[in-house]
């Protein structure tokens, strides 16, 4: 599932309480209510077992990812300052979100379907066919490029001094399930699944790690109003 600016931002803000674009359309600025919560920190839940590695949880997450219906898997932390530390990780992900060390609304935000770019959204939602969006510029980033030439296309770019700063913050967020474990993934204390909407129902577990095996389970059942 690609989810870009609008929509990421509020649900990690709101939800999560600790990525796209899109609205609720309500105008309510929190359209969930929590209705059932639990903590698991012995046995298992969902088939995940307390004490488990974190390679070991995550394929257990790709055997029942159609079962429990898991539209997104979000990495905790998982954000980068180096561009050849995102190098291989790239095609594990289904987003990519670039910004300066600060944050500003003019960050980058790739979303990846079909191992391609299907999406260019700015922090401030304004949608991009392109960037950067200079003419001629050879190694800009569009709609549709494969993704195994977004590497080389970024090290290009963070050679143009006006948008090399928005490459000072990488952030791999949106795990693709489908695609084989990030071994980097052990670094992060929190991993959070969320199930697809039904009858206007979804899920949240917050996996808890510590030291790369899983330490508890916050699961919380959430409704839409």
Do not use: H
Not at 60 to 78: A, F, P
Not at 151 to 159: E, G, M, P, R, S
Not at 181 to 195: A, E, K, L, Y
């Amino acid at each position: 599932m690609i989810r870009l600016a609008a929509t990421l931002a509020l649900f990690l803000s709101i939800v999560f309480t600790s990525c796209m674009k899109g609205s609720s359309g309500t105008g309510d600025p929190n359209p969930y209510r929590p209705i059932q919560k639990d903590t698991v920190s012995t046995g298992q839940m969902w088939g995940l077992t307390i004490g488990e590695t974190s390679s070991n949880i995550y394929t257990m997450l790709q055997d029942i990812r159609t079962e429990k219906q898991i539209s997104y898997l979000g990495v905790v932390g998982n954000v980068f300052s180096d561009l050849s530390q995102i190098q291989e990780k790239i095609p594990l992900y289904n987003s990519l979100f670039m910004d300066e060390t600060a944050g500003t609304p003019t960050g980058i935000q790739l979303g990846f379907e079909a191992s391609k770019v299907k999406l260019i959204y700015m922090n401030n939602g304004t949608p991009l066919s392109k960037w950067p969006s200079i003419n001629d510029f050879q190694n800009g980033i569009t709609i549709g490029d494969s993704i195994s030439t977004l590497y080389d296309k970024l090290v290009a770019i963070k050679n143009v001094a006006v948008y090399g700063d928005k490459l000072q913050r990488l952030s791999l967020f949106d795990k693709n399930l489908t695609a084989p474990f990030d071994p980097g993934m052990t670094g992060s204390t929190q991993w959070q699944v969320v199930t697809t909407t039904v009858n206007k129902r979804w899920q949240l577990l917050e996996l808890n790690f510590s030291s790369g095996t899983l330490a508890s389970i916050y699961y919380t059942l959430y409704e839409n109003y």
